[in-house]
């Protein structure tokens, strides 16, 4: 029972704001988003958000097609043998 009573104490020491301070990256994504260098933003990033783009692009596609396609499917009469 005492170490019942002892979990929110040390939940509070765990999380309190003697616990390592993380580092402002904001200013450095600021400045690289807003420089002007003809990419457009979903470029500026580097190759993770280009291959990031491509993938959810060639998803889509291909996702719109399947659909397409069995739309095409569904509307067709079926064969009676």
């Not at 170490?3 to 390592?20: D, I, N, Q, T, Y």
């Not at 260098?37 to 399947?66: E, F, Q, W």
Request: one cysteine or more; charged letters at 20%; aromatic letters at 8%.
């Amino acid at each position: 029972m005492n170490r019942v009573l002892k979990v929110p104490v040390m939940l509070h020491r765990a999380f309190s704001s003697s616990a390592r301070q993380l580092r402002n990256k904001v200013p450095e994504a600021q400045k690289l988003f807003q420089e002007d260098n003809g990419l457009p933003v979903h470029i500026k990033g580097g190759t993770s958000d280009v291959l990031l783009y491509r993938a959810t692009m060639t998803l889509t596609i291909a996702g719109t097609c399947y659909s397409l396609y069995w739309l095409l499917v569904a509307s067709m009469p079926q064969r009676k043998p």
